[in-house]
């Protein structure tokens, strides 16, 4: 594998772990926005974890061997 191709893949795999990690947290808060109209609701959103959903900590531990691999590459 090619050390450009490396990172580029820990990249896209970095941000996306990131984008589901932002897509899930504001799903939580327009639940939120939505219960607020109703008058039901907690005083804060409910967070999740960030190693909840186990793609979010996938995704970004594969981003960090594709980094590994690139700067391991780069030194030889």
């Given amino acids: 594998m090619d050390k450009k ?3 580029i ?3 896209v795999f970095i941000l ?3 984008l589901i990690f932002t897509i899930e947290r504001l799903s939580r808060y327009v639940y939120w926005s939505a219960q607020i109209n109703t008058g039901q609701f907690a005083t804060n959103p409910k967070t ?3 190693l909840d959903n ?3 900590a996938l995704f ?3 981003g960090i061997i594709f980094f590994v691999v ?3 590459r780069e030194s030889h």
């Fill in 48 to 50: 999740i974890p960030i």
């Fill in 70 to 72: 690139f700067f391991k």
């Fill in 16 to 18: 996306t772990s990131g």
């Fill in 60 to 62: 970004f531990l594969i």
């Fill in 5 to 7: 191709i490396s990172l």
């Fill in 9 to 11: 893949l820990g990249s």
């Fill in 54 to 56: 186990l793609f979010i």
